[in-house]
T-cell receptor, first 114, second 112 residues
Framework: TQLLEQSPQFLSIQEGENLTVYCNSS?????LQWYRQEPGEGPVLLVT?????EVKKLKRLTFQFGDARKDSSLHITAAQTGDTGLYLC??????????????FGQGTILTVHP | NAGVTQTPKFRVLKTGQSMTLLCAQD?????MYWYRQDPGMGLRLIHY???????AKGEVPDGYNVSRLKKQNFLLGLESAAPSQTSVYFC???????????FGDGTRLSIL
């Protein structure tokens, strides 16, 4: 059984603070996607990382893919109230079929207070 | 610019009733998926389809059936609803298996 763990489950911070969300797997994955979901809506893709050690930046968000392809992190600098939402990591495991079966983490509920 | 459309948005059922959730996409995607989202458990794959006329089981298929008669539509059926099926259901589609998935806004289903 492939386990995908996301931490922390809840994060409550003040505007302007930095934060990091982690996604860890028991197995190697071929690619990883980070999604953000707002209440009453479906998840929306933020980024896809496919290369071990890869770092991608999206404005104040920095995504890192671990060298061993078993972990990833999302770092937000100077959080804003608009960053509030549910952040989900999702992976495609290496060696699986190519139909794109995504395994999702449990999610991190981020609340940024003004 | 519809993307993925799910109907209905909300529904309340009694135990034992049946219903069908509809998903339509206008992006000409080959792959379509049905997930359920429960608190603290992320999204779990129920069934998926890799093309018109094909369906396959996901992680939690029991109690659900699906059909993909047309490329743009993917239907999820509950033959005899149970309280354990109370959840938020999301449909998604992608051009190919490795491509990012586009999600609808969900159907909130309560079974009493």
């Amino acid at each position: 059984t492939q386990l995908l763990e996301q931490s922390p489950q809840f994060l409550s911070i003040q505007e302007g603070e930095n934060l990091t969300v982690y996604c860890n797997s028991s197995s190697v994955f071929s690619s990883l996607q980070w999604y953000r979901q707002e209440p009453g809506e479906g998840p929306v893709l933020l980024v896809t990382v496919v290369t071990g050690g890869e770092v991608k930046k999206l404005k104040r968000l920095t995504f890192q893919f671990g060298d061993a392809r078993k972990d990833s992190s999302l770092h937000i600098t100077a959080a804003q109230t608009g960053d509030t939402g549910l952040y989900l990591c999702a992976v495609i495991y290496a060696g699986g079929t190519s139909y794109g079966k995504l395994t999702f983490g449990q999610g991190t509920i981020l609340t940024v207070h003004p | 610019n519809a993307g993925v459309t799910q109907t209905p948005k909300f529904r309340v059922l009694k135990t034992g009733q049946s219903m069908t959730l509809l998903c339509a996409q206008d992006m000409n995607h080959e792959y379509m998926y049905w997930y359920r989202q429960d608190p603290g458990m992320g999204l779990r794959l129920i069934h998926y389809s890799v093309g018109e006329g094909t369906t396959a089981k996901g992680e939690v298929p029991d109690g659900y059936n699906v059909s993909r008669l047309k490329k743009q539509n993917f239907l999820l059926g509950l033959e005899s609803a149970a309280p354990s099926q109370t959840s938020v259901y999301f449909c998604a589609s992608s051009y190919r298996g490795e491509q990012p998935q586009h999600f609808g806004d969900g159907t909130r289903l309560s079974i009493l």
